[in-house]
């Protein structure tokens, strides 16, 4: 597409103060970015939402306003410089300000998406796909027999999870939080599910591993499940808080991991994806599990941008399983 085709002004969704979902505004004059050297100008076809978004949200995580939300989009190169993103080119990327029709991105966390996998399932697949799979290999790397505790298990993280684990030989216990959920997570490798209730976690947890306790625990839900995680986690085991759904999880006596002779994690993706070859490494592996594996990419919805307030009451509700798109 030649520059003068290019729109000024373009749809997004624009937040100028933290709030609820009253403070996502959105507007139809926003100004089209320009790209700087080095970055490309790509419209954006499927954008990820993600709960990272609620974090800026609400102010929980500290950005500058006003801000564009959005750190994923499968989208069409428009302008570039760059070899390996000639214009036309189908890419999906991590960054910043897709909740809108166009965004100027670094090359850093782009790729192409490859022929086999579509726009749709590659923007569902990139942001949640990583983090879990950077979840089991760095965080806590799992080994085949294991037997871990997954929160919220038919959540987009939760989902990914489930697949990875039972591919790699490692039984799941999941949680969730409606019957329709349990099965979704057990349909996608859940050995056994239940709800939140902490009596009923730590008793699932103690049946399946004789009372020894779980390797590890992967937390997204934070506040709520944390101590609920402490007392599932067995001697010398890993909690792996990598969300904050419920909230952040409150300070607590670092004495109390000593206990069981406890690891806690709080990791977070881009410090594992942080160099061009790690990236590579973790793209290429989400990839063979989409095309090769024939791993599951559940979508829960595509919504119009202008959607977005419902989308993101959709998300915080804990009603949804799999992943939330907006289209612009």
């Not at 089209?32 to 939402?49: A, F, M, R, S, T």
């Not at 998406?113 to 983090?131: F, M």
């Not at 990598?242 to 006596?253: D, I, Q, Y």
């Amino acid at each position: 597409m030649a520059s003068s085709s290019i729109p000024k002004t373009m749809r997004g969704i624009l937040v100028e103060k933290t709030g609820g979902v009253e403070v996502l505004q959105y507007r139809t004059d926003l100004p089209v970015p320009e790209p700087k050297e080095g970055e490309l100008l790509v419209k954006n076809d499927y954008i990820g939402i993600n709960y990272i978004d609620t974090y800026f949200r609400t102010g929980l995580y500290p950005t500058a306003l006003p801000v564009i939300l959005g750190r994923e989009s499968a989208s069409t190169v428009l302008l570039s410089q760059h070899p390996h993103f000639p214009p036309s080119t189908p890419i999906v990327w991590l960054g910043t300000t897709a909740y809108a029709e166009y965004s100027a991105i670094p090359t850093t966390h782009a790729t192409p998406i490859p022929a086999s996998i579509s726009p749709l399932h590659a923007a569902a697949s990139l942001l949640q796909g990583l983090t879990a799979l950077t979840l089991v290999e760095e965080a806590h790397k799992v080994e085949k027999g294991d037997i871990v505790l997954v929160h919220a298990a038919a959540g987009g993280v939760g989902l990914w999870l489930c697949q990875i684990l039972r591919a790699k030989g490692v039984r799941v216990i999941g949680t969730a939080s409606t019957p329709e959920k349990r099965q979704e997570a057990e349909r996608n490798g859940a050995g056994v599910t239940c709800g939140y209730g902490r009596e009923e976690v730590l008793g699932v947890v103690k049946k399946e591993t004789n009372g020894e306790g779980v390797k590890a625990v992967f937390d997204g839900v934070g506040k709520a499940t944390w101590e609920v995680s402490l007392g599932a986690v067995g001697r010398k085991g890993t909690v792996v808080s990598f969300g904050n759904a419920s909230g952040a999880v409150e300070p607590f006596a670092i004495s109390k991991l000593s206990v069981k002779n406890l690891k806690v994690c709080r990791p977070t993706l881009f410090n594992y994806i942080y160099t061009p070859e790690e990236f590579e490494k973790y793209t290429n592996e989400l990839w063979k599990l989409m095309t090769e594996d024939k791993f599951d990419v559940k979508i829960h919805e595509v919504y119009p941008l202008e959607d977005v307030k419902r989308a993101h009451t959709d998300l915080e509700s804990r009603k949804t399983s799999g992943k939330l798109l907006l289209k612009p």
